[in-house]
Every structure is written in C-alpha cells, then in structure tokens.
C-alpha cells in the first residue's frame, strides 16, 4: 500500500517572480468573493492578456494569496473552480470530479491518491503523464493547514523552449508557446512570473484534494525509471467505461482508470483534444520524474 508521502525541508524565498509557502504574499486588500462564480469574475484580472492556456497557476496564487481571509472550507471550493490543465473555469460538480493516483515527488513510484477537477477528460491523460503531488502549508482563518498540492517543473529552467516552433494538432497550425499561452513569463532570474512554489519547489498549479482511499500496491520488480513497466501493470478486474459514476460516501467522482483506453488512442492521434499539446509542451520542458502513473493498471472500486 503506497503511503502519501510528506516533504520533509521548506525552501527560503529567492526567487522574485515565484513565491514558495513560507513567503506567500498575503494581500491586505479584502477579497469579498463567495463562491466560484465569484473567482471566475476575477478571470481579467488574473490574465490580463485574457488567455489561460496553461497558466492554472496564476489561478492558484490569486487564491494562496487571499488564503488568510478565508476559511478552509473556503479555499477549498475555490480550489475546485478551475481546471489545473487547461486553466478554464470549471463548475464543481460531480461530472467534472475525477480520481487519480499521482506520484509524489519524494518517491515517483509512490502513488497518492486524490481529486481534481477537469474541464474535459483529456486533461486526465496529461495529468498522468506529467503532474506531481507535493505538499505546502497555508495560513487559513481556521489555523495553518498543509495540503497536497499538484505541481510541474519550471518552464523557465528552459526559456528558449517558449519559442521553440511546433504543429497543433487541431487545424495543423504551426506556433510556439509565446503565442499560444502569453500568460507564462519568465522573470530574469529563471522563475516564472506569478508562480508559488511547494516546499519542494515545484510550480503549484492547483490543490491535490483528499480523498478516502488508498493506491494499490506495485509488484517489487518495479525498479528503475527506465525500466519497462508494461509487464508489471496491476491486474484491472473491471473494463474501462468513460463516463461511469462511481461514489465515496455523499461524493460522486469518475477514476481515471475509465479513460485508460482513450487516453492511448489519443496519444496515438497525436493528442488531437482538450488542450492538445500546449499544457504538454509546457509541462515536459522541465518534467519531474517519470511518467509512471499513466502506464500502470489498477484494480478500481469504489471508495469506501
């Protein structure tokens, strides 16, 4: 059984674009928002440039830093009215709730499991491929609270990667990354503009919420990240069924595992939905660990 692992060190604020836990800037002007409809007014103000395409995280450090007004309670539904992938607003409903198991980055064959929230099933696939899960710790009106949050690499370790051409695969466009996500901006230090880091110092791009449940184990012949995992998977003992409702307790979420088979026939069409291979292009600059999560099976039940 795979434990959720805790980073144990905090780093020092040293970046001046990003922000890591400890020095979250708190804003002192009063944000009166109450629900999501609420956060999504602020849509301009958080992109200025009035495109989201991968830039959750400004989404998130909007919210980090009114997290002192808040409750948790609070926080918590605001942290479900966006998309971690694509950075659309997103309604929190049972729909749009999915379950996944992601490594930590202490240990990426170590799964945790947990929820996000997703404007449309593709976002699971990429979210296997190249999201994390550590952790971080915020000052609520309910006291301090650490959370797991769901991160990526630092597009500007790799700055010359934003102009880098490439062909989207709806329309067959050939773009970079200044045009097609104008919102990530690289500061002259190498960190990206508007980004609060994990205590590992990862790129938040959203919460990895709780969920009651426990991963399953991986056989012990799982070693390397090179090695093949395609003969090791967990044996599934259900066919996938995009679309099916499972419940734990009062909640309604979908697993990943039912997208399984739509998500290879995807990358084999060469990711020819949801955000196609922008957020992709943005999150493999600087990857974290392997993409272990997206290549293994797993015995799905309901949560208990």
Request: charged letters at 20%; aromatic letters at 8%; proline letters at 6%.
């Amino acid at each position: 059984m795979f434990r959720i692992l805790l980073v144990a060190s905090l780093l020092a604020a040293t970046a001046t674009g990003s922000l890591t836990g400890l020095s979250i800037k708190k804003q002192t002007r009063v944000w009166r928002g109450e629900s999501v409809q609420d956060l999504h007014a602020e849509y301009q103000n958080i992109f200025t440039h009035g495109n989201r395409n991968a830039a959750s995280h400004l989404w998130a450090t909007f919210l980090l830093e009114r997290a002192h007004q808040m409750t948790e309670a609070k926080l918590l539904r605001m942290f479900s009215g966006f998309c971690a992938v694509s950075g659309s607003p997103v309604q929190p409903r049972d729909q749009s709730r999915y379950f996944l198991r992601l490594p930590s980055v202490v240990d990426d064959r170590a799964l945790v499991p947990g929820f996000m929230y997703f404007c449309c099933w593709p976002c699971v696939c990429d979210t296997q491929d190249f999201i994390r899960v550590d952790t971080l710790t915020v000052e609520t009106l309910d006291g301090a609270r650490e959370y797991n949050v769901a991160v990526i690499g630092n597009p500007c370790d790799r700055p010359e990667k934003m102009t880098e051409p490439f062909v989207q695969p709806f329309g067959h466009r050939r773009t970079n990354l200044i045009n097609e996500a104008p919102m990530l901006s690289c500061a002259a230090d190498g960190t990206l503009e508007g980004a609060t880091l994990s205590d590992g110092g990862y790129v938040i791009i959203s919460l990895f919420f709780h969920a009651p449940v426990s991963a399953p184990a991986l056989p012990a012949s799982v070693g390397s990240n090179t090695e093949s995992l395609s003969d090791i998977a967990v044996p599934r003992r259900e066919m996938p069924e995009p679309g099916r409702m499972r419940k734990a307790g009062r909640v309604n979420y979908q697993d990943e595992f039912e997208f399984s088979d739509m998500c290879q026939e995807r990358a084999a069409k060469g990711y020819n939905s949801g955000m196609g291979e922008i957020f992709r292009r943005v999150a493999s600059i600087s990857p974290i660990g392997s993409s272990l999560g997206s290549e293994l099976g797993y015995e799905v039940r309901d949560l208990k």
